[in-house]
């Protein structure tokens, strides 16, 4: 026992986990968790840490004298890592030094915090990596370190810590949940006047370093604090150069600070304001932390304001952009894509009958023998924290009607990292990346009641399900000598359900604003439209 830290150590990992249940300890009650089926307005109301990245102070004047003005809010949920695999740690820890086998992300961080841990000095431990499940970001890897490192430190003797699947998904540090306003403006040829961004978030929590034990729940049960969070409103004015490590500034926008512009548009009344409020879970990186969520929101705001001009999605992203790159691979995807040129949604959309096995997530019955589905295709691009990666997605999907089941059918995508020395790898990334974000597009949600996450294991958090159809994937590597090498692990994740959400409004007509778009959520919307 070490503060609120309690540990079980047997010679055998049954007898530990029949000792574990059998133990009676009195926890006292935390604040209640907010319901979540408020959660989202909740966020608006909470204290923030507000940051104003761009502001050209003439958006209001601008929106004013806009001939429309487009607005949607956009819902991101909390997504979990959710690996296949539960983390395992082991450590030996003596009088004056520590060894601990981690598959943690980063070793040396992971080597100050458990020497803090156990009021060592960093010199004193060593971590060694061994393999462990696919993160990106906080899974299980560094808090089972943690719990394998006190628990050999208590006894003197090495011990192998194994989670179980419900302590794997219960408390390991969930990406973030996001709400995402804005205003566009556009004058009477639809071109855009004017973009306002006010968005919501959780603090996302860092990972271990000799600072940090305390953003993962073994170093705060052991005594260990969390990074403070101190609120701040209103936001300082922004300065420059601008940093849009988050993708907080949309590709369309000039992103002018201090009189420089470090965007890749053409839109010069800008304003983008972001909130961060406390969070009442572990949070911390998820492949793509906070760009996904805001790529999400900007892109399908894009393919909305295209439908309000009636112009085509990729003239009209064409239109609005400036970096020859990012032009490049928008153009570069759509061709390999056949795209063919016309406003969203189809007019006619291409409509499939068939003998009832339905397509999409789980629907397999024979009750309707006529299953209708419709097709559509949308665009998303990016350039991944505004300077480390060029990606554009066009997804292909049917949509049944009857069901609300999405089957994205093809995904096509152009990526420029700079120069190419293993297109294998690439690609591979390309195609992770874009099929992790078809999970957490169309699947992925945390859930909790008043007291607990009640996402326990692949029944309760739902994932890319065995058997459901791997959509086609092509791959476009545009190789760029002349540039710096780039990140490639996570720009296709980014525009995933951006490009997927577009598609399903190309085919149906009916705009999703929240992830994911589960069968009963596009029921429900294409009933309500």
């Known amino acids: 026992v070490k503060h609120n830290f309690i540990g079980v150590v047997c010679e055998k990992q049954w007898q530990a986990v029949q000792a574990a249940n059998r133990l009676k300890v009195a926890w006292k009650p935390g604040p209640a968790l907010p319901p979540q089926a408020s959660f989202y307005d909740d966020m608006r109301k909470q204290p923030s840490r507000d940051t104003l990245l761009v502001d050209s102070k003439d958006v209001e004047a601008t929106l004013a004298s806009a001939a429309q003005v487009v607005r949607s809010t956009y819902l991101h949920p909390y997504h979990m890592h959710g690996s296949v695999g539960a983390s395992c740690g082991v450590a030996d820890v003596k009088a004056d030094s520590a060894t601990v086998w981690s598959p943690t992300q980063g070793v040396y961080p992971q080597r100050d915090s458990c020497a803090m841990l156990l009021g060592m000095k960093p010199g004193q431990v060593k971590v060694i990596y061994t393999r462990g499940s696919g993160c990106y970001g906080i899974n299980g890897a560094d808090t089972v370190s943690y719990d394998a490192a006190l628990m050999s430190q208590a006894v003197g003797r090495p011990v192998r810590v194994q989670l179980s699947r419900k302590d794997e998904m219960v408390h390991e540090n969930f990406g973030l949940a996001f709400v995402v306003d804005q205003r566009v403006g556009l004058d009477r040829d639809g071109t855009i006047m004017a973009w306002d961004y006010e968005a919501w978030s959780p603090l996302r929590g860092g990972r271990p ?12 049960l052991a005594g260990m604090q969390p990074a403070a969070f101190v609120p701040r409103s209103p936001a300082p004015p922004p300065t420059g150069p601008l940093v849009n490590g988050q993708n907080v500034v949309p590709s369309y926008v000039t992103g002018t600070v201090d009189g420089a512009s470090g965007g890749t548009g053409t839109v010069k009344s800008e304003r983008m304001l972001a909130h961060v409020i406390q969070s009442p879970f572990w949070t911390g990186p998820l492949r793509s932390p906070n760009r996904l969520q805001n790529t999400f929101a900007h892109e399908c705001m894009m393919d909305e304001l295209a439908t309000a001009a009636k112009a085509d999605p990729v003239a009209y992203r064409l239109r609005h952009l400036r970096d020859p790159r990012l032009r490049n691979v928008v153009q570069a995807a759509a061709k390999a894509a056949n795209w063919q040129p016309r406003p969203s949604p189809n007019p006619e959309p291409r409509t499939v009958t ?10 397999r019955s024979t009750q309707n023998p006529e299953p209708r589905v419709h097709s559509g295709r949308g665009i998303a691009c990016v350039l991944y924290e505004g300077d480390n990666g060029y990606c554009a997605m066009v997804a292909e999907v049917d949509v049944h009607l009857d069901t609300g ?3 994205v059918t093809r995904i096509v995508m152009a990526l420029d990292s700079g120069p190419i020395t293993n297109p294998d790898g690439l690609r591979n990334q390309a195609e992770g990346g874009a099929l992790h974000g078809v999970s ?3 699947f992925e949600e945390v859930t909790w009641d008043h007291e607990k996450v009640t996402s326990l294991d ?8 065995v058997g459901f159809k791997v959509p086609k994937l092509d791959t476009v590597l545009i190789n760029s000598m002349e540039a710096e090498a780039c990140g490639a692990g996570e720009t296709s994740i980014t525009v995933t359900a951006a490009a997927i959400g577009n598609a399903i409004f190309d085919a ?17 919307a294409i009933s309500t439209n």
């Open 209 to 220: 370093g000799h600072t940090l034990p305390g953003n993962q729940v073994t170093g705060f």
């Open 354 to 363: 068939g003998t009832g096995t339905g397509t999409g997530t789980q629907n």
């Open 405 to 407: 089941a999405v089957n």
């Open 440 to 442: 957490r597009a169309l």
């Open 458 to 465: 692949w029944r309760t958090y739902r994932t890319f399900p």
């Open 508 to 524: 149906t007509g009916v705009r999703l604003r929240q992830v994911p778009f589960t069968p009963e959520r596009v029921k429900a």
